[in-house]
């Protein structure tokens, strides 16, 4: 179905959800509102987790809403054709979605108060993540191994365009206070306690007894077999295969797909790229 990717002001996107006009309306007309909690990440960086997360945050730990509403409705992606429908029409404060770069984000968020969680994701791993998702998936140009896909991701011409581009643009908002880092290792390592900070972020108190229920329920275990988390219930000609498209949920695992000559280049990229940039905001070895 999809040969290629839609590409849109010079970044490339999946087709099927993507639409210029709405990219355009996106930018230009969704309007932030200061009560809005705004979930960033480039694509395959924990971003269906961190949804959980909030989403049982808000409820307390009860799986009602995570069990009964699908997640690009709970959390929409205001970039997606159908997201940007669904968080036009939310009523009070929204929870919303999106891969977009900073650039293209919309630009009412500028005088906007709303807070905006950013989680990040070695990115050798989120190639790993990204090879095996695009093949699962009839959206974007399908590539033909994890070197391929390598490849593509160093130049930036997967979907929504260049990892570094997209993290050295948020990263400009860090020291915001209402910016809030996260990392995908950090958040494996010790998520009780970043669940804890995600919570004095948002000025919200949860009881013991509920943060262990949100523990429970947004665990990779609980989420692969619900079926309102784990994208089983998108529409099949999307899906090359039904399996769930929730693989490993790990970190490190690019150590069993990049040779070592692959990951020398990645890294030395990596450096050229981010150099100016402290390297405590990069959590992983």
């Keep these: 179905m999809a040969e290629d990717n839609l590409w ?12 210029p006009e709405i990219l355009r309306k996106a930018r230009e007309e969704f309007v932030i509102k200061d009560e809005d909690v705004l979930i960033i990440t480039f694509p395959k960086s924990g971003t269906n987790w961190l949804i959980e997360i909030l989403c049982l945050i808000h409820s307390k730990g009860d799986t009602k809403w995570v069990q009964s509403v699908p997640n690009w409705e709970r959390s929409p992606w205001i970039e997606a054709e159908n997201g940007f429908a669904i968080a036009t029409k939310k009523e009070g404060p929204r929870l919303l979605t999106s891969h977009l770069p900073i650039h293209l984000f919309p630009k009412s968020f500028s005088s906007s108060k709303a807070k905006v969680i950013y989680l990040i994701r070695n990115p050798k791993d989120v190639i790993v993540s990204g090879y095996f998702f695009w093949n ?6 399908k590539p033909k191994s994890v070197e391929q896909y390598l490849e593509w991701f160093m130049e930036g011409t997967v979907p929504y365009g260049s990892w570094f581009d997209h993290v050295r643009g948020w990263m400009s908002m860090r020291e915001r ?10 958040l494996k390592q010790d998520t009780e306690g970043n669940i804890e900070k995600i919570c004095q972020f948002l000025g919200k108190k949860v009881e013991p007894e509920e943060l262990s229920l949100i523990l429970k329920n947004s665990s ?7 079926k309102m988390s784990n994208f089983s219930m998108m ?26 000559a692959q990951a020398e280049a990645f890294d030395k990229l990596f450096q050229e790229k981010m150099a100016d940039l402290p390297q405590e905001l990069f959590p992983w070895e």
């Design 220 to 226: 990779f275990q609980a989420m692969k077999e619900n």
């Design 8 to 19: 849109y002001e010079g970044i490339p996107f999946p087709r099927g959800f993507y639409k």
């Design 177 to 186: 206070e209402n910016f809030l880092l996260l990392s995908y290792e950090e």
């Design 235 to 260: 529409k099949s000609h999307y899906l090359v295969h039904k399996n769930p498209l929730m693989r490993k949920g790990v970190t490190g695992d690019w150590k069993n797909h990049f040779t070592v």
């Design 136 to 141: 699962s998936v009839n959206l974007a140009k």
